[in-house]
């Protein structure tokens, strides 16, 4: 199966009915699967703050949000992270393509990239690292953690996962 | 007119309304004015109160839905109202209370109190439904006209905060009881 579908049914089959998405080159695939398909509601954001902001209200009204999006977006993203889903106990799934790791062609993704893992440490967002087909499954796993625990997990899809597949 | 009496205004009109308000005076404003279930009041990040309410809209499209932003903090979410204007969730009602100044922090000047009209920006956003509001007797009257759509609601007050005291509600409290209310 296609990489790409394989990660949408995965995100589908966790009850995931809302993704947020801002655009980046890695994730075309799955946002084109995502635009086809048309099974789960999906709104493009200008910004990645902006939809930390939308999955929250969603979630008060209980929807399972997803956000798709690079992972250079979560420096604008850390203080909503902080202050809105972390002390009102929002739980929202964060789906980012890594990069600035290994294979990357573009200078100005390295310093993000390498901060990416640390920060979220930092910021106690549970990571989850999907580097290979066989990785996918954890998708499912990472959304019911956030689900369960209330607290949002982040899912770093690595390069790797289309280079090998495609 | 102040900014508390703006919200007071508003207040007049709700029943079961959901309220997303954005954070600092607003916020408490609104608590000391009118707490209520339906009320969700931000304590941080702020920008983002047009951004919860179009969530609210999503997941709750069967409630109206009331948004109070500020002009500072609408300002540093822009973004937000492409977004909002392009989804146009006919359940939500986006008042902006422009007092030209960052209330909460020492009311340091906006960019509103100078070129800044944020009406038109809502315009070249694409909202279809844009206002602007100077009178405090206006408030109720427009608020309560039923106009079908996505509406967007300048009111232009002055600077200057009501003596209120802090939220007293744990956030988790604020949360709970407002997904309650959603039933």
Redesign the interface.
Known sequence: MDIDVLIYNTIKNSGVD?ILSVPCAMLKGLLQVIEEKKEI?H?????E???????????????V?AILMQNSGLGNSI??I???LE????PVTFIMSHRGAEGEQVIAQMPMGQATPPLLECINVKTYFIKAIKDVPVIKTAIHVCQESMQSVAILLTRSLWKVNK | MKRIDAIKEITKILTDELV?CTLGFPARELYDLKDRAEN?Y????M??????????????SNRRVICIDGDGSILM?L??L??IAN?SPSNLCLIIIDNGTYGSTGDQKTYTSMKTRLDLIAKGAGFDSIEVVEREEDIVPILSRNIPGCRFIVIKVNPGNAPVENIPLH??Q??ER??RS?G
Do not use: D
């Open positions: 809302l509601l709104i493009p954001v200008t910004r703050e902006e939809a930390v902001g939308i999955a929250a209200g969603a979630y008060l009204g209980n929807r949000p203080n909503a902080k202050s809105l002390i009102y106990k929002i | 997303i969700f931000m304590l941080g990040s920008g983002l109160a047009s951004s919860i309410s179009l969530g609210v809209c999503i997941a709750a979410n973004g937000s492409t977004t989804v956030p988790e604020i949360k407002f997904m959603l």
